[in-house]
């Protein structure tokens, strides 16, 4: 009698635990988070996130990504330029299938490597976050415009999950809390050795850039929400977590060919020109100016455009507009005239970009420092120029 009693106690000790994790989880389905890592090209610099569901009733196994947009959308360039480009939801199989790679095929190829959370939901709140994708899906809901600091393919994941999981978690900051949105994607293009690209976006994004994070906004990066995910304070979120498949060593190359190398050789033959004995020389030197401030200008009117004429948040009050002036465009055509306007506005861009440099490390926006030699060659000619005018 008391081996039965002891035997029945047994069983209920294993069956009910069963039981009730049985009722707790009827969807059979299992809910990830997909972190990629960056890649080579400047657009995977920093990294992708993505929802993966697996359902064993259906026998389903499907991402979904917010990082998709139409490359052959009517003027997409423009769009792009203006942040009006609209980016949508999409689903594909994770696994190959009849003469298509599936998501996990397309980043293996690519050298990307894939970290799986799997998320520590109920039934209901997993069949609530596949339901949120499902209407997303829906034609009238998929698109939106997309924002890489404050509404992306992470973020938007990161919404979904904080909506569906009770109670709702508290992400912790997972960077310095000092750190800004430039001081972040620096980070990321300093590691994939990015520097001419971090040149045209520190040029390009202006001073809201300097913006210090919150904890939120941190989560932007895909590497960050996954930390984040694991770091939750109030309830667990991340059952487990895996990395799908093992990545191929990379060499570490150097590269000398970075811009403050290039800024610094370019000033260093312009002065060197005026030096020469060669009639020649000096004047390719001089024809040289016309050029240079013509692009400085071009520039200075992007740089115009961008911060008046599109939805960039991140582009307006671009201190850069104080030595790429607009204006220079016009001069350009000018640069050998002998009237008095001409020695005029070169006396006055060599004031404005000597008080320039000297305030260069405490302007309310980061100005990049390999700039430097080419705003002090600015400053270079402009003296020249209004020497010999």
Known sequence: MKFLSAFLLACLIFIIPATEATAQDSSHMRVSLLTC????????????????????????????NYGTFNFDDKNFYLKFMRGKLLYYISVEPFNDGNGYYGFKSSYQLDH??????VLNLSAAEKINIQHLLNENLKEENRYYKYDFFLD???????????????????????????????????????????????????ILLGAPTDAVMTAAQQQFLPDNLMTALDSSRNVRVVQSSASLYPLPS????????????????????????DLSSNKWIRQTGNGLDGFLFFMVGLLGVLLLFMMTATDHSMTRNNYNILWAW????????FMNSRRKFVKMYFL??????VILLLAWFFLPQQMSGALIPFVVLLLYRSVRKYMLS
């Open 37 to 64: 890592t960056p890649g080579e090209e400047l657009y995977s610099t920093f990294g992708h996130s993505a929802i993966r569901i697996v359902d064993s009733s259906s026998v389903t196994d499907y991402v979904y």
């Open 112 to 117: 990307r490597g894939i970290t799986e959370q």
């Open 152 to 202: 992306n393919c992470t973020t938007r994941l990161r919404d979904i999950i904080l909506q569906s999981k009770q109670p709702t978690p508290v992400l912790p900051a997972v960077m310095p809390v000092t750190t800004t949105f430039r001081n972040a994607i620096h980070v990321y293009l300093d590691k994939n050795k990015q520097y001419w690209s971090k040149l045209g976006i520190d």
């Open 250 to 273: 990379v060499s570490d190359e150097f590269s000398w060919f970075t811009p403050v190398v290039f800024f610094s050789i370019l000033l260093l033959v312009f002065v060197l020109t």
């Open 326 to 333: 607009p204006t220079h465009l016009i001069i350009s055509f």
């Open 348 to 353: 006055v861009t060599s004031v404005c970009l």
